[in-house]
């Protein structure tokens, strides 16, 4: 019995070792056919199927060849043995400003000039890569045939028949132009195919830079000067309105001087008051005299007589309908009195004016911008551009990656169609 199923035993794992072996055998030929069918494009099989295989990867072959290994070739070509040698110059400069008032505190406290504003900054910047320059430049140094120099190669060279628009875009290709905010210099960069081209370029930009500058700074200076005149045009038309209306109310209330005219009018009440006092005291002591003697009706019509002058002079104070007069004193005082305010007003405007139109007519005489250059042009003693090396690794760089990027969306179209 023990035998039997010992048999049995190995009977049993020879055959699961038959039928894994079998197992394993169908698995291989399932995974051979499943590659054989991947291969397969455009769904058909067998001839097809490998032509197609052979025409997919002339393809490849033309986009390495096309995009990656006739660029790269092409590039290192260029940059070793064709591309001309360019010359750098650079200058650093920057706007300065003296003013007539804060312009002077600083300098004196800091012992430095006072800088000009961002915006003047930004214009100086901003006109060395503009229409304008490039004009002045091509008239000043014929930049044209300064860019179309026999030194140059053919694919950096300027063609001198181009319209100025194109010129405009060359010149912003060879000028670099770099303003530190929080100083305000300015770092310009000239490049040309010889060291004195680069140097006359150089130099005809800061000339005309600094005759831009001398335009502004005499445009601000003639501002300022215009607009401060007019300022003191106005103080004095409005000081001279209010003379002639002070004028006017003289003529029409007959009083010089409303100060010295009221105070001699209360002047004269007061004394009248006074005498009429002595007279009332005088009346009091002839009490014992009969009221129909000559003297006591004497003193009685001086007495009347005093009463009626002190009613008149009090009514030329307050009361309205003076003949003769434009009216009571107290309201010609009073005119008198706003018309003095409005005179000291005009008049303490007026000063100012007077002085703001000095200040804007002395800083006029000096100049209130310049252009201060810390580093002048020097000519270059070797070439600083291209940078060979560099330049071909990036090129060849961008034809691996172009080419990189062919060889994956062909193999992406060719898997979607299988």
Do not use: C
Not at 55 to 66: A, K, P
């Amino acid at each position: 019995m023990a035998s039997d199923r010992h048999g049995d035993v190995v009977a049993v794992d020879e055959s699961g070792a038959v039928l894994a072996q079998r197992i394993s055998h169908a698995l291989l030929q399932a995974a051979t056919a499943a590659r054989q069918e991947r291969t397969i494009t455009g769904g058909r099989g067998g001839f097809g199927a490998r032509e197609g295989n052979r025409q997919f990867r002339r393809l490849l072959t033309g986009i390495w060849i096309t995009v990656f290994a006739i660029p790269s070739f092409l590039s290192i070509l260029y940059f070793a043995f064709v591309a001309a040698d360019q010359y750098q110059v650079e200058s650093r400069f920057a706007v300065r400003a003296t003013k007539s008032q804060v312009g002077d505190l600083i300098t004196s406290v800091t012992g430095a000039s006072a800088g000009a504003s961002k915006a003047e900054t930004a214009i100086v910047s901003k006109y060395i890569t503009s229409e304008a320059m490039t004009r002045d430049l091509d008239q000043r140094v014929n930049l044209r045939n300064l860019y179309a120099a026999p030194q140059a190669d053919y694919l950096s060279r300027f063609d001198p028949s181009e319209p100025i628009e194109d010129l405009l875009s060359y010149w912003k290709w060879k000028v670099d132009v770099a303003e530190e905010s929080s100083t305000g210099i300015i770092t310009m960069k000239v490049r040309a195919f010889t060291p004195a081209d680069a140097m006359a370029i150089s130099n005809a930009v800061l000339e005309r830079t600094v005759s831009l500058v001398n335009g502004l700074s005499e445009q601000n200076r003639r501002s300022l000067l215009e607009v401060s005149e007019q300022r003191l045009d106005r103080a004095r038309q409005k000081l001279l309105g209010i003379v002639q209306r002070m004028a006017g109310l003289r003529d029409a209330s007959g009083v010089l001087d409303g100060d010295q005219q009221g105070q001699a009018q209360l002047k004269l009440v007061t004394q009248l008051e006074l005498n009429l006092s002595k007279l009332v005291a005088t009346r009091e002591s002839f009490s014992n005299l009969a009221s129909n003697s000559v003297k006591m009706r004497t003193l009685i019509r001086q007495i009347e007589s005093l009463e009626k002058e002190i009613e008149r002079q009090r009514a030329k104070l307050t009361d309205v309908g003076r003949s003769g007069s434009g009216g009571a004193l107290s309201g010609v005082l009073g005119d008198f009195e706003a018309l003095q305010v409005e005179q000291q007003i005009a008049r303490n405007e007026y000063i100012t004016a007077a002085a703001s139109y000095e200040d804007a007519r002395i800083s006029a005489m000096r100049e209130e911008m310049y252009l201060s250059v810390f580093m002048r042009p020097t000519e270059p003693e070797s070439a600083t551009y291209p940078k060979r090396f560099l330049y071909a690794l990036i090129a060849v760089a961008l034809a691996a990656l172009a080419s990189f990027a062919l060889v994956t969306t062909a193999k992406a179209v060719r898997d979607n169609r299988a």
